[in-house]
């Protein structure tokens, strides 16, 4: 049923949600943290809780538990690899990339961000970057965008980041409709004026990493196919490394619990589920 909302109402309705942004926007700081340095440093063999090397063109998934550190690695070359999660004590809760953008204001995410649930809490904390150039609009390959880019009919019959999710999905008891929007690491896209997607390898260098927090017991997936809008027409992912990190109780000041209004609701709401 269609309800008719009256111009005052919709003037009101703006007016708190303008209210909200503003906010938002005052409560962020004003200059996002300096990308972490090159090179990654090195974790001890007894932090180190499982290494996994993901060959070009295949996915892996992984149990994490709280305050873990998953730490995603170009250590031989550049690769994009695309992230997908489900809380692991109510599977029916993932990964929520609208809300990440929409309640941080910025499709920026980088070290300091947090990335959100369709439940309103925090499933991971960005706490160390090096570049900085992820994609959360994009979304992954398909069999019709390999094929576009890859030599036609044939680049279809190259994996990619769909199929690889809805192979994985499968294993891990998941219907297709429970894989979530994914994020995509290592992908150097940027908006311009006009609204374009553009690609911007120069972001992005071999090298680089990203270490994402665990907020809550999880299942994580990833998928390391080229990007949509990889120009590049040779077939080639580089392995990337993703090293499970033990533990460690984040402080009371930690920064990406304390960034944003936004955040701080959403570890709130973290901490309600948990009690």
Same mark, same amino acid.
């Given at each position: 049923?269609?309800?008719?909302?009256?111009?005052?109402?919709?003037?009101?309705?703006?007016?708190?949600?303008?209210?909200?942004?503003?906010?938002?926007?005052?409560?962020?700081?004003?200059?996002?943290?300096?990308?972490?340095?090159?090179?990654?440093?090195?974790?001890?063999?007894?932090?180190?809780?499982?290494?996994?090397?993901?060959?070009?063109?295949?996915y892996w998934a992984?149990?994490?538990?709280?305050?873990?550190?998953?730490?995603? %690695?170009?250590?031989?070359?550049?690769?994009?690899?695309? !992230?997908? &999660?489900?809380? +692991?004590?109510?599977?029916?809760? =993932?990964? /929520?990339?609208?809300?990440?953008?929409?309640?941080?204001?910025?499709?920026?995410?980088?070290?300091?961000?947090?990335?959100?649930?369709?439940?309103?809490?925090?499933?991971?904390?960005?706490?160390?970057?090096?570049?900085?150039a992820h994609d959360?609009?994009?979304?992954? %390959?398909?069999?019709?965008?390999?094929?576009?880019?890859? !030599?036609? &009919?044939?680049? +279809?019959?190259?994996?990619?980041? =769909?199929? /690889?999710?809805?192979?994985?999905?499968?294993?891990?008891?998941?219907?297709?409709?429970?894989?979530?929007?994914?994020?995509?690491?290592?992908?150097?896209?940027?908006?311009?004026?006009?609204?374009?997607?553009?690609?911007?390898?120069?972001?992005?260098?071999?090298?680089?990493?990203?270490?994402?927090?665990?907020?809550?017991?999880?299942?994580?997936?990833?998928?390391?196919?080229?990007?949509?809008?990889?120009?590049?027409?040779?077939?080639?992912?580089?392995?990337?490394?993703?090293?499970?990190?033990?533990?460690?109780?984040?402080?009371?000041?930690?920064?990406?619990?304390?960034?944003?209004?936004?955040?701080?609701?959403?570890?709130?709401?973290?901490?309600?589920?948990?009690?």
């Amino acid at each position: 049923m269609h309800i008719r909302r009256s111009p005052e109402e919709i003037a009101a309705n703006r007016a708190r949600y303008e209210e909200h942004q503003k906010r938002g926007l005052e409560f962020a700081p004003k200059a996002p943290p300096a990308k972490s340095a090159k090179p990654a440093p090195e974790v001890t063999a007894g932090g180190i809780v499982h290494r996994e090397v993901i060959p070009g063109g295949w996915y892996w998934a992984t149990s994490v538990k709280k305050n873990e550190i998953l730490r995603i %690695s170009l250590d031989e070359g550049f690769s994009t690899v695309t !992230l997908v &999660a489900w809380n +692991a004590r109510e599977k029916s809760e =993932r990964l /929520n990339l609208p809300d990440t953008i929409k309640v941080q204001w910025t499709t920026g995410l980088g070290k300091g961000r947090v990335i959100f649930s369709d439940m309103g809490r925090v499933m991971f904390s960005i706490v160390e970057d090096s570049c900085g150039a992820h994609d959360c609009l994009m979304g992954g %390959s398909t069999a019709a965008s390999n094929a576009a880019k890859y !030599l036609g &009919a044939n680049g +279809a019959n190259i994996r990619n980041t =769909r199929d /690889n999710l809805v192979k994985m999905a499968a294993k891990l008891g998941f219907d297709r409709r429970d894989i979530p929007a994914v994020l995509a690491l290592f992908a150097p896209v940027r908006v311009d004026a006009e609204g374009k997607f553009l690609w911007k390898p120069e972001l992005v260098q071999a090298g680089d990493y990203v270490e994402l927090r665990a907020e809550m017991d999880m299942i994580v997936g990833f998928s390391n196919c080229p990007h949509p809008l990889d120009p590049s027409p040779v077939y080639a992912p580089n392995p990337v490394t993703v090293t499970r990190i033990a533990a460690s109780e984040p402080t009371a000041d930690d920064l990406c619990r304390t960034a944003t209004a936004e955040a701080v609701r959403g570890f709130e709401n973290n901490a309600f589920a948990e009690a």
